[in-house]
């Protein structure tokens, strides 16, 4: 998983943000796969904030392919999210962005390169579900 960090007004926030095909929150559930009707399968992916400083996040902006309709996606840090997790089908990978809001009115931007292809050719292939 790679990692992003950011700085601003001198100082320095550990935060990441990552993306998987296993819940971060549920790491023993099945992957899950759709086949799409043109033969190319779709994963569910999850993408979410990692990192020392997460507890300072009050919510994030995903920037996603701008083909992607809509595009963004806002979600805010709460209790029953504090990854400020969100779950997308995707059969490709590309950059994504993220614009994170601090409780302090601060603004971090982040960007990924989504990797869970990688654990298309890892992982056990008794993990993956059809949907």
């Known amino acids: 998983m790679n990692q992003s960090s ?4 001198g100082r320095a ?6 993306d998987s095909l296993v819940d971060p929150d ?5 992957v899950r796969v759709q086949e799409l009707a043109d033969g190319r399968h779709e994963y569910r992916v999850f993408l ?7 507890y300072l996040v009050d919510s994030v902006v995903y920037g996603l392919h701008p083909d992607m309709n809509p595009n963004t996606a806002r979600v805010v840090r709460d209790p029953d999210n504090p990854n400020c997790k969100l779950v997308l ?6 950059a994504i962005t993220a614009r994170v809001i601090l409780r ?3 603004t971090l931007e982040l960007e990924h390169y989504l990797s869970f292809g990688n654990q298309v050719r890892e992982l ?3 993990r993956f579900r059809m949907a």
Not at 13 to 18: C, G, P, T, V
Not at 26 to 30: F, G, Q, S, W, Y
Not at 89 to 94: A, D, E, P, S
Request: hydrophobic residues 35%; negative net charge; proline residues 6%.
């Open 13 to 18: 926030y550990q935060l990441a943000l990552e």
């Open 48 to 54: 979410y904030l990692t990192g020392r400083h997460l």
């Open 104 to 106: 302090t009115g601060e």
């Open 89 to 94: 089908w995707l059969w490709g990978t590309f």
């Open 26 to 30: 549920r790491p023993d559930e099945d």
């Open 124 to 126: 056990p292939a008794d």
């Open 6 to 9: 950011s700085s601003l007004i």
